[in-house]
């Protein structure tokens, strides 16, 4: 059964970091691209960021570019989102999503539970 | 960036009637569309992906269609669980992922 489970979510300052982590069991997670989506509170989805298999790819909302770094331990299992130079707006519920990226068809098959990151003073 | 616009916004309807969600790309996207259901306090859900293919498990009262820049997703037959929201994801760009504000599906 796949699963992703998200942690470290938190309450943080502005101007703070915080890492977020992905852990992923049930199947090969060096195959498949992953990804970071977030949603502020009574809001829609906005994707954050993906990588690829090796890492070699990173690509990133321009919201978020410069301050928060995706980057992933495939002998870990585990994905991670380094988040610096928080704002207000970057209070929302983090999911990681594993990507399906073919040919002909790209979509997140599967969702984490999510983990809360709250800016505030 | 390609922007996903999706109507309405919110809808109102009984159990059994049939629904139609549509969701317009800025620019054309081929059939690089998928569809995700969330219920409140859950995870998003994939419904269908590139455009018109049914995810495995998930009841074929839904389905998609369109490509290029106009698509909708149908639901025929509402069932109580499918009282959600339901957002639109543009794929096409794999450096540049977007979705639709989301459609509200409530219970008339």
């Known amino acids: 059964e796949v699963q992703l489970v998200e942690s470290g979510g938190n309450l943080v300052q502005p101007g703070g970091s915080l890492r977020l982590s992905c852990a992923a069991s049930?199947?090969?997670?060096?195959?498949?691209?992953m990804n970071w989506v977030r949603q502020a509170p009574g809001k829609g989805l906005e994707w954050v960021a993906n990588i690829n298999q090796d890492g070699s790819e990173k690509y990133y909302v321009d919201s978020v570019k410069g301050r928060f770094t995706i980057s992933r331990d495939n002998a870990k299992n585990s994905l991670y989102l380094e988040m610096s130079s928080l704002r207000a707006d970057d209070t929302a519920v983090y999911y990681c999503a594993r990507g399906f990226y073919g040919d002909y068809d790209n979509f997140f098959d599967y969702w984490g539970q999510g983990t809360l990151v709250t800016v505030s003073s | 960036d390609i922007q996903m616009t999706q109507s309405p916004s919110s809808l109102s309807a009984s159990v059994g009637d049939r629904v139609t969600i549509t969701c317009r790309a800025s620019q054309s996207i081929s059939t690089y569309l998928n569809w995700y259901q969330q219920s409140p306090g859950k995870a998003p859900k994939l419904l269908i992906y590139?455009?018109?293919s049914l995810q495995s498990g998930v009841p074929s009262r839904f389905s998609g269609s369109g490509s290029g820049t106009d698509f909708t997703l149908t639901i025929s037959g509402l069932q109580p669980e499918d009282f959600a929201t339901y957002y639109c994801q543009q794929s096409y760009s794999t450096l540049s992922i977007t979705f639709g504000q989301g459609t509200r599906l409530e219970i008339k």
């Open positions: 049930g199947f090969t997670f060096n195959t498949y691209w």
């Open positions: 590139a455009a018109s």
